[in-house]
């Protein structure tokens, strides 16, 4: 499982590609360009959605890849989370789970400014 650190109120951006393995392939290939529709992370008590429009969680411009700034999730509380990708295309409307995350949220802090 692929570990990602979030640091609260923290704007770095993570990035996932977003890859797959076609049948009787044994090498992973990224998704072909604009096929994903939609992509929801649920971690704790957070639900991130694509559609919501929101910069904090959306694909790329040529959805391939999610852009993610986990940090700036509203409310956000230290502490360890399972986090589930489910991926959406035109031929799967409800949804591919796609993959699990351990998801590290920490303080980060600052000298004040």
Same mark, same amino acid.
């Given at each position: 499982?692929e570990?990602?650190?979030?640091y609260?109120? /923290?704007?770095n *951006?993570?990035?996932?590609l977003l890859?797959?393995k076609?049948? @009787?392939?044994a090498a992973?290939?990224t998704? &072909? %360009?604009?096929t994903?529709?939609r992509a929801? #992370? /649920?971690?704790g008590?957070?639900?991130?959605d694509? +559609? +919501?429009?929101d910069?904090i969680?959306?694909? *790329?411009e040529? @959805?391939?890849e999610l $852009?993610? /700034? #986990? @940090?700036?999730v509203? +409310?956000?509380v $230290? =502490?360890?989370?399972? =986090?589930k #990708?489910t991926?959406?295309? =035109? *031929?799967?409307?409800? =949804? %591919? &789970?796609?993959? $699990?995350?351990?998801?590290?949220?920490? +303080?980060?802090?600052v000298?004040? %400014?």
């Amino acid at each position: 499982m692929e570990q990602i650190t979030v640091y609260i109120s /923290r704007d770095n *951006t993570q990035t996932v590609l977003l890859e797959y393995k076609p049948k @009787g392939n044994a090498a992973y290939e990224t998704v &072909p %360009i604009n096929t994903v529709t939609r992509a929801i #992370l /649920r971690f704790g008590d957070y639900c991130l959605d694509t +559609n +919501n429009g929101d910069p904090i969680f959306k694909l *790329t411009e040529n @959805g391939t890849e999610l $852009a993610m /700034r #986990l @940090g700036l999730v509203p +409310n956000l509380v $230290a =502490g360890n989370y399972i =986090g589930k #990708l489910t991926i959406y295309d =035109g *031929t799967h409307p409800e =949804g %591919i &789970p796609w993959q $699990a995350y351990e998801i590290w949220v920490e +303080n980060w802090d600052v000298c004040p %400014i």
